[in-house]
């Protein structure tokens, strides 16, 4: 092989590599279509009529402070992964909600935090509001009910995790 064609070939490599890793988050980019299943699959999983929301809020200037996009990026991350874990780890039978839409919410979701990987460092943690609202929303209410409490908050954390992303997406400069 030519020294040129080997600098060449060097070169676009570099670039390459550099460009991966400037442009690694494809979450905000190419995941849209998950973030919004994730949503439409939580809303499906709907067992009972429970009349009014739950009292439980997070609280909206948590997600809209001032935090840099990593801190930001990773808040997403660590509340996707708490939902994760609350659901997997949980009865989810006394909720009486279809297993395969449980199932499909949940490798939503999963798939989402193995992207966010990617974006984030792996410095710091986000704060744990949600999953000890939504935990004691569980532990409080219990079974049908209180599953289907718990699908509502996490509807709701859904919506406004997805707000972040796209605030992030829009200062970025990406639609």
């Given at each position: 092989?030519?020294?040129?064609?080997?600098?060449?070939?060097?070169?676009?490599?570099?670039l390459c590599s550099v460009l991966t890793s400037a442009l690694c988050c494809d979450w905000l980019t190419h995941y849209?279509?998950?973030?919004?299943?994730?949503?439409?699959?939580?809303?499906?999983?709907?067992?009972?009529?429970?009349?009014?929301?739950?009292?439980?809020?997070?609280?909206?200037?948590?997600?809209?402070?001032?935090?840099?996009?990593?801190?930001?990026?990773?808040?997403?991350?660590?509340?996707?992964?708490?939902?994760?874990?609350?659901?997997?780890?949980?009865?989810?039978?006394?909720?009486?909600?279809?297993?395969?839409?449980?199932?499909?919410?949940?490798?939503?979701?999963?798939?989402?935090?193995?992207?966010?990987?990617?974006?984030?460092?792996?410095?710091?943690?986000?704060?744990?509001?949600?999953?000890?609202?939504?935990t004691r929303v569980l532990l409080l209410q219990g079974g049908t009910d209180g599953w289907e409490m718990l699908r509502r908050e996490?509807?709701?954390?859904?919506?406004?995790?997805?707000?972040?992303?796209?605030?992030?997406?829009?200062?970025?400069?990406?639609?």
């Amino acid at each position: 092989m030519a020294p040129t064609t080997f600098r060449n070939m060097a070169t676009i490599l570099i670039l390459c590599s550099v460009l991966t890793s400037a442009l690694c988050c494809d979450w905000l980019t190419h995941y849209n279509d998950l973030r919004n299943s994730s949503l439409v699959l939580v809303r499906s999983m709907v067992s009972t009529d429970m009349g009014p929301k739950g009292p439980f809020r997070a609280d909206d200037r948590i997600i809209s402070c001032g935090l840099d996009e990593n801190s930001q990026l990773r808040f997403i991350r660590c509340s996707l992964a708490h939902i994760y874990n609350l659901y997997r780890h949980g009865n989810t039978s006394a909720a009486c909600w279809d297993a395969g839409k449980t199932t499909n919410f949940l490798e939503s979701i999963n798939r989402q935090i193995l992207e966010l990987d990617e974006c984030v460092s792996a410095a710091g943690t986000a704060p744990q509001l949600v999953t000890c609202v939504l935990t004691r929303v569980l532990l409080l209410q219990g079974g049908t009910d209180g599953w289907e409490m718990l699908r509502r908050e996490t509807e709701q954390d859904l919506i406004r995790l997805d707000q972040l992303g796209n605030r992030i997406k829009a200062r970025r400069g990406q639609h």
